[in-house]
């Protein structure tokens, strides 16, 4: 493994910034008729905020607990919060979600399927 001094980690630490990650949670309404229709417009709705700059990285979580995804936005908390109130998973009941402030370092990127 690389070695990383103390020196290279708070330079690191410096270039860091603020974003917003959400835990996207099932609702009552999750799995009920209709709950399809209504996840494929909030998946619309989420390549329209990374269309936009908003949502850099979107994960939806496969496995069978309540949590159905993590995203992390461009945005400030407050921002982040109006855009998923707005979201039609969460006016329709089908998601619940949790906001968090994080910071992390610009630039960084999913690795991709090493080609």
């Not at 493994?1 to 980690?9: F, N, Q, V």
């Not at 709950?35 to 496995?63: K, M, Q």
């Not at 707005?86 to 979600?97: E, H, M, N, Q, S």
Request: hydrophobic share 35%.
């Amino acid at each position: 493994m690389t070695e990383i001094t103390d020196e290279y980690m708070q330079a690191q630490r410096a270039l860091t910034r603020g974003y917003t990650v959400v835990l996207l949670k099932a609702a009552e309404g999750y799995g009920r008729a209709g709950a399809d229709a209504v996840v494929w417009e909030h998946g619309r709705r989420n390549f329209r905020l990374r269309a936009d700059g908003l949502l850099s990285i979107v994960c939806p979580v496969t496995d069978d607990s309540d949590l159905c995804g993590v995203g992390i936005f461009n945005a400030t908390v407050e921002r982040t919060r109006e855009l998923m109130e707005d979201d039609p998973g969460v006016r329709a009941g089908v998601f619940t979600y949790e906001v968090h402030p994080v910071r992390s370092f610009p630039g960084d990127a999913l690795p991709g399927d090493g080609g």
